[in-house]
Nanobody, 128 residues
Framework: QVRLVESGGGLVQTGDSLRLSCAVSGRSFSLYAMGWFRQAPGKEREFVAAISRSALSKYYGDSVLGRFTISRDNAKNTVYLQMNSLKIEDTAVYSC?????????????????????WGQGTQVTVSS
């Protein structure tokens, strides 16, 4: 069983920064591509960012491109989401997810239905 635990959320003001962490336990972390999604009240789940197993490929949603950075530390079994220049519309519950990617298999990073494991989420609230 793989367990994901997010941390780092909180209440900040517009323009501030936050770094979310997602600690992964269980099977080998390096086998999994990782993603971050968010969901605001009354809205659909939105793809935020994803990173390949090797960290060579990174992907971002249009609304966060240039402001957010995803990274991973395979030695620490952790994936990070650095969020800069936060806006009120970034307010949401942020969840990390893990997808087992066999060699030679394409990573459909924005398709939340393909991820195998999810964390419980962490609230990010941005106020003016």
């Amino acid at each position: 069983q793989v367990r994901l635990v997010e941390s780092g959320g909180g209440l900040v003001q517009t323009g501030d920064s936050l770094r979310l962490s997602c600690a992964v336990s269980g099977r080998s972390f390096s086998l999994y591509a990782m993603g971050w999604f968010r969901q605001a009240p009354g809205k659909e789940r939105e793809f935020v960012a994803a990173i390949s197993r090797s960290a060579l490929s990174k992907y971002y949603g249009d609304s966060v491109l240039g402001r957010f950075t995803i990274s991973r530390d395979n030695a620490k079994n952790t994936v990070y989401l650095q969020m800069n220049s936060l806006k009120i519309e970034d307010t949401a519950v942020y969840s990390c997810a893990a997808e087992l990617i066999p060699p030679g298999t394409q990573f459909y990073y924005s398709d939340y239905g393909r991820y195998d494991y999810w964390g419980q989420g962490t609230q990010v609230t941005v106020s003016s």
